[in-house]
Each structure stands twice: as C-alpha cells, then as structure tokens.
C-alpha cells in the first residue's frame, strides 16, 4: 500500500514528507493506522547523529494506533484492537526477564537499534526503489506502520490515542522511574530537572505517590505554568542558583528524590548537589554514548547519597502501559494535559523546531 511518511535521509537535513510503498504484513507482524504519534528527545538524538541509525528511515518511536490486518501467524492481537507501539518487548526468558528485569531484556535490541522487522529486512521502499528503515522498528511517523507483533501493547479502547502515544515511551519512562525505580513514599520532597513530557511525567507520578513538596526546574520561565498544573508545588528557574533554592524549599537539607529528566552530564553532577544526605538521585534523561559525569565521591561517601538509573521506567510492559492508561482514564495521572501542541505529518519539522526551543511540554502529529 502507498503510504505517507517522515524520512530522515541525511544527519541534520529536514524529514521528507513523502509517499512510500508499504508491504503486507508476514506472518507474525501487523499493520496498524497510526492515531497519534509523539515527538521525542530521542528522535531528534537520530536526526542530530548522537544516535547512529542506518539511513534512509522513517522516524518516530512513540505511538498508538488501530490494528487494521494482521499477519496468518499472529494471535496476539485482532483488527480492531487499539495499541501501543512499544520499542522494548521482552522475550519472557532469558536472566533479567525472568528476575522480572523485563526492561533489561536484549532479545529485541538486534532489530531495534537497525531499524529492521526480526528478520533483519524493511517493509518500506521509496519512490526511487531503495528501502526505508523503520525506526525503532516501529516507525510511527506514518499514516500506517507494519511492526512484529510483539511490538502491539493491546489497550482499552476507551484510552484516547494521543495520551496512549505517549505512554509508549515518555510517560512511561517518567512514571515509572517514580513508581517502579525509586518508590517515592508519601511525603517526600522531589526535585526535576527538565520539564519537557518525561519531567512533567515525573512531577505527574510524584503527586500520585503523595509528595509533599514538587520542585521542577527548567531554563525555560513558561514551563513553570504547565509544571504546576501538572502537579509541581514550586517552580525553580534552571541556573546557578537552582541547587540553593531547592535547599531553600526543603529546610537547607536538599531533596528526598531528585530525578534528571534531560540527559546532560553537569545537570546530573547538579542533581547530586541538590539530593539531600541520605536520599536518591535519579538518571532518566540518556546522556550520549561515552559521556562521563564528574560526581564527589567522597560527598557519596560521607552523605550515602544514592544515584541510580532508570531506562524506560524500570517498566514492565504491558501492565505499565495499561495501568497508566486507566490512571489517566480515571483522572489521577493527567497524561493530556501534557499535550501542549499538536501537529499534522507534514508540520513534523516545525514540531521538531518547537521540541528544540524547550516551549513544548509534548507535541504529538495527529492522524486522520
Ligand atoms: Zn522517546
Ligand atoms: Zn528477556
């Protein structure tokens, strides 16, 4: 079928929005009419070249949509059912998924980080007849995609398809490092860095887990507005300053929970400073391959601060998805009200533009 989709055909040149050829679905994959598709941080990481992805490919990673066929061998889903694309199926089997680690599990990654179906080929061919990767193997930035089966999260249908694109991937990696990683208690005092969709979603869990104080901090002023009304108590403008006003809020001790939800090696050394003695900092945001933050060690030692990571929300998928799904259907996670804008297929270089300029909480590219 002739689809419409964004390609990336070269590091930092614009997407083309462009008519490609989709194949049928085999056996054990799925063709899905994309609802709604959000633009991530990690999309403009391939654009820029941090992250290395074969070229040409069809970008965005955060999605849901409708089943429309589905291949003979495919039992897991039927046309009709509402999904979310997850990026990081887990095999069931090996070490880490049967400690429940199901986010660590590597099964996946081969075809994931090559953009390919599991058999290492592409269902999408340009005009000109050479093949179109699939990003993340999922590809959203289309009006339709073909992606392996085990790659559909089945939800409710009463889930509207923008607030479940988002759970795909920024949500998810939000929430769940409050709720699956660090536990947040009742209570507590927590700070975050980057109040862009994965900030605002842990300012959104830290309300639902009951703390008391939410401090988010951003460069940009306006973000303050949108942060409240997400759950923050306090609005902390990003710079040298930030670490004493956070001491300010929480009685000169710093906070419980800090959470870094930009992925920036001085922001996270920062993060360290402004976690009270005792307490947990924690490392969402992806820093580029190789960087190394400079930490005090002997502030760890003497301090026991803790610093973990959390990839993905620490998630379990698919009962994170569909768990955050029925909070937000039941009014406790407001994952809507992170949409700040949304787009058609063929604003997606604006929608990148205002990702980039830190104005945006989450634009999401709307399809018919
Ligand atoms: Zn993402
Ligand atoms: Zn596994």
Known sequence: MKIQAAVLYDINA??????????????????????????CHSDYHVINGQAAQVLPCVLGHEGAGVVVETGAAVTSVSVG????????????????????????????????????????????????????????????????????AEFCVVISKDVPLDVASLVGCGVTTGVGAVLNKTKVEPGSSVAVYGAGGVGLSVVMAAKLAGAANIIAVDRVAAKGAVAMQSGATHFVPAGPNA????????????????????GNATVQAECVEATRPGGTVCFVGLTAGGTTTPLNSAV???QEKHVVGSFYGSA???????????????????????????YSLDQINIAIDDMLSGEVGRGVVMFD
């Open 14 to 39: 614009p997407l083309q929005v462009e008519t490609l050829d989709l194949a049928s679905p085999q056996p054990n994959e799925v063709l899905v009419k994309m609802g709604a598709a959000g633009v």
């Open 81 to 148: 059912d509402h999904v979310i694309l997850n990026w990081l199926p887990h095999c069931g089997a090996c070490f880490y998924c049967q400690k429940g680690l199901t986010n660590l599990c590597t099964a996946y990654h081969g075809p994931v980080w090559s953009g390919t179906m599991l058999d290492g080929s592409t269902r999408l061919t340009n005009t000109t007849g050479d093949s179109v990767r699939h990003l993340s193997s999922i590809a959203t930035w289309a009006d339709h995609t073909v992606v392996p």
């Open 243 to 262: 670490v004493a006003d956070i001491q300010a809020l929480t009685e000169g001790r710093g906070a419980d929970y800090v959470f870094e939800a930009i």
């Open 300 to 302: 760890l030692v003497r």
């Open 316 to 342: 379990h998928n698919p009962r994170d998805f569909n768990t955050y799904c029925d909070l937000c259907v039941s009014g406790h996670l407001p994952i809507d009200d992170l949409i700040t804008h949304r």
